[in-house]
């Protein structure tokens, strides 16, 4: 099965400098890629997503790349707010979101 | 209420104690998913319903027992527990079909086993 390992554990930047979160996958036949946020105590919400047809996307200060052939993804934050402190998730499935395989999470702390 | 709601919202219960665990969404979506969020740990994907049929059961021990009666609404009955069964409990629901399949979180179950 799809196993999804995500890196890194933790990562603390300072207010305005970048984040990135990197993830690797395991079954090249995972098609969807989603990332979700999950601030302290509330629900883990959607805020970007790739298709393997395509190898980058964004949206505002959000932006995801796809490299299919090596298996990875990642998750680039530019500029960086304090309300972007929360845990971080990405996840990969066959089947456009039916079977989200998720990774360990990242938590991210924006020091102002 | 809209969205995917859940209740209870907390949860503590013995070993020996039956619960359930319910989750309604109001988006019109068909396909509905139980997931399971310890800490340090992935969210793990414990049962997905399509169409209220059961397409996923993610070698979930038998102490977890899902039911999906419609579309709209989600149960996972509980008897018997571990400790280590401890964890927050989130439902979803999306579609299962088209560009559209973003997962919609419930705010979960938190569940204690004493």
């Known amino acids: 099965g799809e196993n999804v390992e995500q890196h890194p554990s933790t990562l603390s930047v300072q207010e305005g400098d970048s984040a990135v979160i990197k993830c690797t996958y395991s079954?090249?036949?995972?098609?969807?890629f989603p990332w979700y946020k999950q601030e302290l105590g509330k629900r883990p919400q959607l805020i970007i997503d790739?298709?393997?047809?395509?190898g980058e996307k964004k949206d505002q200060r959000i932006a995801v790349t796809l490299n299919k052939t090596a298996k990875h993804f990642s998750l680039h934050i530019t500029e960086t707010q304090p309300e972007d402190s929360a845990v971080y998730f990405c996840a990969a499935s066959r089947e456009y979101g039916n079977k989200l395989v998720f990774g360990a999470g990242t938590i991210l702390r924006v020091k102002s | 209420e809209t969205g995917v709601t859940q209740t209870p919202r907390h949860l503590v219960m013995g070993m020996t104690n039956k619960k359930s665990l319910k989750c309604e969404q109001h988006l019109g979506h068909n396909a509905m998913y139980w997931y399971k969020q310890s800490a340090k740990k992935p969210l793990e994907l414990m049962f997905v319903?399509?169409?209220?049929?059961?397409?996923e059961n993610n070698s979930v021990p038998s102490r977890f027992s899902p039911e999906c009666p419609n579309s709209s609404h989600l149960f996972l009955h509980l008897h018997t527990l571990q400790p280590e069964d401890s964890a927050l409990y989130l439902c979803?629901?999306?579609?299962?079909?088209?560009?559209?399949?973003?997962?919609?979180f419930g705010p979960g179950t938190r569940l204690t086993v004493l």
């Open positions: 079954d090249s036949a995972s098609n969807y």
């Open positions: 979803a629901s999306s579609y299962t079909s088209g560009d559209g399949n973003e997962q919609f």
């Open positions: 319903y399509s169409l209220e049929e059961r397409v």
């Open positions: 790739i298709r393997s047809n395509v």
